[in-house]
């Protein structure tokens, strides 16, 4: 039962262009939810979050948009950069387990100079 | 400042050897998380503790697996005995906060492979 989906394992981009990843939850209860970075050989890094009450979360080159109704979110990278060029996970929690992420199956980005 | 050190970086075993994984929080921080990542699966949760107690096993595959964490600054993840389909790779990750609730920051990883 895959809680956290995202359907599209890989994404290429010219640089400078923008990047759009995507998420779908079936889970209602979820109310948090983050994007997480992860370069070959290396552990995940936290990228954004989003809380449930709020539509839109900005920081630097990075939103993430979330869509309650359609159970979607997604993260927007604008410009993109060669060094954006990663695996990204989309991720989910539950305020009555807030230590218990459950992640996507992640999304390979390459953005081509 | 270190981040978090996991131990062996690479692991090569046989069936039915016993596994030992390792983890260094960073320092300050309660809470623990151990993660696997295969292909089938992606990244999931097999365990975590806050205050060194474990609050959610549930991803905890099987009996062969157990995680202790006998203070703040260590724990360990154990397969006994190992089956090739636990190769996959191990990740350690650690938060502070209340339950677990902010930001996780994860370790390198041990890249398991039993033959």
């Known amino acids: 039962d895959q809680q956290v989906k995202q359907n599209s394992p890989s994404l290429s981009v010219q640089e400078g262009r923008i990047s759009i990843l995507n998420c779908d939850y079936t889970?209602?209860?979820?109310?948090?939810f983050l994007w997480y970075k992860k370069y070959p050989a290396e552990g995940p890094t936290f990228l954004i979050s989003?809380?449930?009450?709020?539509d839109k979360n900005e920081d630097g080159r990075f939103t993430v948009f979330l869509n309650k109704s359609a159970k979607h979110l997604s993260l927007h990278i604008v410009p993109s950069q060669p060094g954006d060029s990663a695996v990204y996970f989309c991720?989910?929690?539950?305020?009555?387990?807030?230590?218990?992420?459950?992640f996507g199956q992640g999304t390979t980005l390459q953005v081509k100079p | 400042d270190a981040g978090v050190i996991q131990s062996p970086r690479h692991e090569v075993t046989e069936m039915g050897q016993e596994v030992t994984l390792r983890c260094k929080p960073i320092?300050?921080?309660?809470?623990l998380f151990w993660y696997r990542q295969t292909m089938m699966r992606g990244l999931e949760l097999l365990i975590y503790?806050?205050?060194?107690?474990?609050?959610?096993d549930s991803g905890m595959p099987e009996d062969r697996f157990s995680a202790k964490m006998p203070n703040a600054s260590f724990s360990t993840l154990k397969i006994q005995p190992s089956e090739p389909r636990d190769s996959a790779v191990y990740f350690c990750?650690?938060?502070?906060?209340?339950?677990?609730?902010?930001?996780?920051?994860f370790g390198p990883g041990t890249r398991l492979t039993v033959l």
């Open positions: 990750a650690s938060s502070s906060g209340q339950g677990g609730s902010d930001t996780q920051y």
């Open positions: 889970n209602s209860m979820f109310d948090y």
């Open positions: 989003i809380s449930s009450i709020k």
């Open positions: 991720a989910a929690r539950r305020s009555s387990n807030t230590g218990k992420l459950i």
């Open positions: 320092s300050g921080h309660n809470s």
């Open positions: 503790f806050n205050n060194n107690v474990p609050i959610d």
